[in-house]
């Protein structure tokens, strides 16, 4: 499991610790999600807490409304070679990505995160609060505009604890490999969220 999770690029400098509590028995996803919320939080630290993200392209957060600007902080973190930001319109908030040969004023891609969202699982329309963003809904504009620009990495869906939400900027290896170890959330269906559906069907 641990030299699994290293080699898909996940907290590859586990201690000692949280190591030995992977290898008592087999891991099931509560161990798993505890692990990773314990290794990203880095007891703390926030300047080891920021390394350990950024290293791995982990981001792990609270399941509930975000500030916005907040939430553009913490990917840009994780995705330092492209450029993000959060604008409130009138419509609700737009979301907008660009590259190296591109400005945040010029880019195309963008997506607006309108006042009122569908739920993906009830299909009822809901509310979206602008001042306060679902981390979710946020991560996936994210994903849908990475696909757009062609960027191989995605944020896909890892095991997390209760109350959190923890996603990886990973490749469609890296994620393959994650679902191979049972790492990734099985109540998301993870390649339609990190719209790598394509590149499967290309792949088979």
């Known amino acids: ?3 699994g999770w290293r080699d898909a690029g996940l907290a590859r400098e586990l201690d000692a610790r949280w190591a030995a509590r ?3 028995s087999p891991p099931n996803e509560a161990t798993k999600a505890m692990v990773i919320a314990a290794h990203y939080h880095a007891s703390g630290d926030p300047v080891e807490r920021a390394w350990r993200a950024q290293s791995d392209r982990v ?5 509930e409304p975000t500030a916005p600007e907040a939430l553009a902080a913490a990917t840009q973190l994780i995705l330092p070679e492209v450029r993000i930001a959060a604008r409130r319109t009138i419509e609700g908030l737009e979301v907008r990505l660009a590259t ?9 891609a963008r997506v607006t ?4 969202q569908t739920h993906a699982r ?16 946020f991560v996936y504009a994210l994903n849908v505009l990475l696909e757009s620009k062609d960027v191989a990495l995605r944020f896909v869906p890892l095991v997390a604890m209760p109350g959190r939400r923890a996603w990886m900027a990973a490749t469609l290896a890296q994620s393959l490999h994650l679902e191979d170890l049972d790492t ?11 719209r790598f ?6 792949a088979s």
Do not use: K
């Open 100 to 108: 190296d040969r591109e400005t945040l004023a010029t880019t195309r």
């Open 113 to 116: 995160l309108r006042r009122m």
């Open 197 to 202: 559906t394509d590149a499967l069907a290309l």
């Open 22 to 24: 992977l290898m008592e």
């Open 122 to 137: 009830s299909g009822r329309a809901r509310a979206v609060s602008i001042e306060g963003l679902p981390p979710r809904s």
């Open 59 to 63: 981001l792990e957060l609270l399941d």
């Open 1 to 3: 499991m641990i030299a």
């Open 184 to 194: 990734l959330d099985a109540d998301e269906p993870w390649r339609a969220f990190a």
